[in-house]
Structure formats: structure tokens, C-alpha cells
């Protein structure tokens, strides 16, 4: 299917421009390597603009997390212009350009891939393949994948430039996808997880259109490499709206495309399981308040039920605590990683905590000491804690690491008095 396709008749031949007066202040907002970039393109002769995610932020009165450009000048020709940039891509070349601490995309205007079907266009290690078709200013708006996303602010004259109306969408808090919305997501299937990700991180609402199909096409997603599906899944869930990703995944059918173990449901695909939920909360919680999250923390979370089905059957067939735990762990995550590969420092992260959730029963002065002093002891107990809202009987055994966190040396050894006498 040719992006050509996309029937442009529901969109006006002009460009809505929109002057520095109605797009309010961008100069002081974007960062000063990127305005560098553009300046030096247009010094070379080349047209540069701002595009994508840091214009919608920038409308909408946020703080850009990075500024991507579009130019009219080849790959070879922005490397030319800037000593310290490499081209990165295999079939199409998107140019870093690093300045100071920052790195900028700098992306040749290109058409549509012509590519008809989405299993095709990834890459082993995950990258979006497209073909190498370079375009004009007018080809490479269709090519974006939603309204509010393809908006374009030139630096020489402070303006907007718009062909799909997604300054009015932006407006009007709407999720737009440019173009017939099962086409562009069989095109690509990444892009019903961005549709969850920006609604739920803008607050917008997807049109109808583009919301009803996704579940039917959610099953898309077994196409996308795992490189690729764990990059968009850490996105989603370090967007610092991970409740409100997880509840629009979960919706539309999408979250067991990237987290179900075994081939069965995972039991924290739904919205009643409080544990999911308030592990959700609480990372968004942190995030907000500028505390770092681990994304090991989450999928621990996620896995959880399964790990668990899986150690009580090894319990059930006989085998001690500690071997079925290993066993489920290794279960549990070899086949999770075939879905999204989780990098082994995580995996490792997972393990971990889950095997001293067990260690916290055994409340010795030695042990506890030790498991005090064990690296991931704060994941540990923090997934203890949370447990305990679904598994009441922890509440008693959370309150108690959470004394023996607070009191000093003394008063700990009246702790371990009151297990013995009890
Ligand atoms: P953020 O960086 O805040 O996550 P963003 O919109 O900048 O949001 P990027 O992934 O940085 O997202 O992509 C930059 C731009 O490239 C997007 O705004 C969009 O125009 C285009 N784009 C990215 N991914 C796709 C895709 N899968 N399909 C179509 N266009 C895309
Ligand atoms: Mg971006």
C-alpha cells in the first residue's frame, strides 16, 4: 500500500500557516543544539525545520524531551555540514548530529515506503525498514503517523506549517491518525501502541476510527520484532503514565501482545489486579516526584502471576522451594524474552527480586542483616509491600521490614524478640 493512497481529499492542497502570533513562544523553548542544526541548514542552503513530538510539545505548552529535524538536504550532505554526526539506519539513513551533551535526528524529507504488508519491514534487530524513497516537503507529512505529530515549525519566520489540521486537533485534545487508520497500522503495527502512549501521555482521546480497529489488529504486533516491541514497551511504561498506558493497552487488547508468558493469559491482564494496578501508581508516583524507576520493578510485576502458577506446579511435582523458584524463573522469562527482549541486566534485576521475596520470611538477626545489605533489598521489599494489597496475610510481615528499616540498633533486637515469643 502506497502512502500515496492516502486520500487527500479530506485534506486541503495548502498548508495552514500559523504565525507567530497564534503559535506563542518557541525561540526560548528549543534547545540550543537543535537550533544550531537548523540554522547551519539553512545557512547551507538547505531548508531545515522542527518536526514531530517537541512542535506538539512546544503547542501545547510542554518541555520537549528531544527535538527532531527534517530537512530537504541528503544524509551525505547534513554529514558534510556537521563535523561531529554519523549516519545510523540500514535502509534509510537518519543522521545523528551530536553537539555538547545533546544528539539531534536529523531526517531527510522522504515519501511513503511502498512495502504492502507490515512482516516485511523490521529488521533482526528491530529497526523500521522503509525504502529508500527521499521526497519533498509535501511527501513527508503523509508519512507521519498522526495529525498532531506532523506539524513543522520553520525557525526563520516563527511559523507553523500545517497540511492536516493538527493544530486544530491539538486543540481539541484529539488523536488523529493521517489517513485510513487500519492501512497505517497494517503498515506499520507499532503505531496502535503510540496511539496509546500519546492519548494516555496528552490526555487526548483517539478518534473512534482509529481506536474500534485496533483490537482486531492488535494480533499485528506477533510481527514486530522483540528489539523493537521492548523499546516502544519502556516508552510506555517510563512515560510516567504507565497506569493510563496500561489501561488503554489493556482495552484495546493490545498489553497481552507484549506481556503473556506460556501462551495463556497472563493474570495481570486486567483491571482488578490491585497489585498491578498500585505497582502502576506507584511508578508513575515517582516519576513525578523526579525519583528514578527501574524498569525491572514493573515486569516483575507484570510476570509475577505466572512465575507463580509455574513454581507451585514444580512444588506440586515435588521439587524443594528453591529449585521450583529457579526453575519458574527461567520458565517464565526464556519465554517472555521471546516477545520482547528484555536486556539481561533486567532479567537479572527480575530474578532477584523475586527470589528474596522468600528471604523475607526468614527473620534471624543474621539473615536479616544480611538481606538488608542486599543490592536490590529496596526493589525487593517495595514488591513485598505491594503484594500485601492483595495478599493480606504479607501486611503483617511488610509492617515488620518496614520497622526494621525506621528503628535503630536496640530497638532491632526487640524486633526478633517478638517473633520468638510469638
Ligand atoms: P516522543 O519523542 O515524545 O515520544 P515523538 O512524536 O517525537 O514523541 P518520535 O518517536 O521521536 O516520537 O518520532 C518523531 C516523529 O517521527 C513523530 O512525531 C512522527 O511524526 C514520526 N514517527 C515516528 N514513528 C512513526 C511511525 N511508527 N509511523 C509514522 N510516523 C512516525
Ligand atoms: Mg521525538
Known amino acids: 500500500m502506497r502512502m500515496s493512497e492516502i486520500d487527500k481529499s479530506n485534506y486541503s ?13 518557541f525561540q526560548g523553548l528549543i534547545s540550543k543544539a537543535a537550533l544550531t542544526v537548523i540554522e547551519k541548514l539553512n545557512k547551507g542552503g538547505y531548508n531545515g525545520y522542527l518536526v514531530g513530538g517537541a512542535v506538539r510539545d512546544i503547542l501545547l505548552g510542554k518541555t520537549p524531551k ?25 535502509r534509510f539513513r537518519i543522521v545523528h548530529v551530536r553537539l555538547g551533551r545533546e544528539i539531534i535526528e536529523v531526517a531527510t524529507f522522504r515519501a511513503a515506503h511502498s512495502q504492502s ?17 527521499y521526497g519533498r516537503f509535501e511527501d ?63 490526555n487526548f482521546k483517539i478518534t473512534p476510527s482509529a481506536s ?23 516508552k510506555l511504561f517510563s512515560s510516567g503514565y504507565a497506569y493510563d498506558c496500561y489501561k488503554g493497552l489493556v482495552e484495546h487488547d493490545l498489553f497481552r501482545h507484549l506481556y503473556s508468558v506460556g501462551g495463556e493469559l497472563n493474570q495481570s491482564d486486567s483491571f482488578d489486579n490491585k497489585f498491578v494496578l498500585s505497582a502502576l501508581e506507584n511508578t508513575d508516583r515517582r516519576i513525578k516526584d523526579g525519583k528514578s524507576v527501574n524498569p525491572a520493578f ?14 507451585s506446579e514444580y512444588q506440586r511435582n515435588g521439587l524443594p522451594a528453591r529449585v521450583a523458584l529457579l526453575n519458574a524463573s527461567d520458565r517464565t522469562i526464556s519465554a517472555q524474552i521471546t516477545q520482547l527482549s528484555i536486556p539481561k541486566r533486567l532479567t537479572l534485576a527480575v530474578r532477584e527480586i523475586w527470589e528474596l521475596q522468600s528471604r523475607f520470611f526468614k527473620r534471624t538477626p543474621k539473615r536479616a542483616n544480611r538481606l538488608y545489605y542486599h543490592p536490590r533489598f529496596r526493589a525487593a521489599y517495595d514488591f513485598l509491600v505491594l503484594r500485601s494489597v492483595n495478599e493480606a496475610d504479607l501486611k503483617v510481615l511488610g509492617d515488620w521490614w518496614t520497622l526494621y528499616q525506621e528503628v535503630d540498633e536496640t530497638q532491632r533486637k526487640n524486633l526478633f524478640g517478638e517473633i520468638e515469643t510469638h
Not at 80 to 88: D, G, H, Q, T, V
Not at 117 to 133: E, F, M, P, W, Y
Not at 217 to 231: G, M, N
Open 66 to 90: 528531544d527535538f527532531d529535524i527534517a530537512t530537504d538536504a541528503r544524509p551525505e550532505q547534513v554529514v558534510a555540514l556537521f563535523k561531529n554526526s554519523r549516519m545510523i539506519g540500514r
Open 117 to 133: 504488508s507490515a512482516s516485511a519491514k523490521t529488521s533482526t534487530d528491530g529497526q523500521l525498514l522503509r525504502d529508500n524513497v
Open 212 to 234: 474500534i480497529p485496533i483490537s482486531s489488529l492488535a494480533y499485528l504486533l506477533q510481527e514486530i520484532s522483540p528489539a523493537r516491541l521492548f523499546d516502544e514497551s519502556l
Open 140 to 202: 513527508d507529512v503523509w508519512r507521519r503517523d498522526f495529525t498532531i505529530n506532523a506539524l513543522y515549525y520553520d525557525i526563520r519566520d516563527s511559523s507553523v506549517i500545517d497540511y492536516v489540521g493538527g493544530v486544530r486537533d491539538l486543540r481539541s485534545n484529539i488523536l488523529r491518525l493521517i489517513g485510513d487508520p487500519e492501512v497505517r497500522y497494517r503498515e506499520d503495527p507499532v503505531r496502535m501502541l503510540r496511539a496509546i502512549r500519546f492519548a494516555a501521555k496528552l
Open 13 to 25: 492542497a495548502e498548508p495552514l500557516i500559523y504565525g507567530r502570533d497564534e503559535c506563542g513562544k
Open 298 to 311: 514493573l515486569i516483575a510485576v507484570f510476570l509475577w502471576s505466572t512465575m507463580q502458577r509455574y513454581y
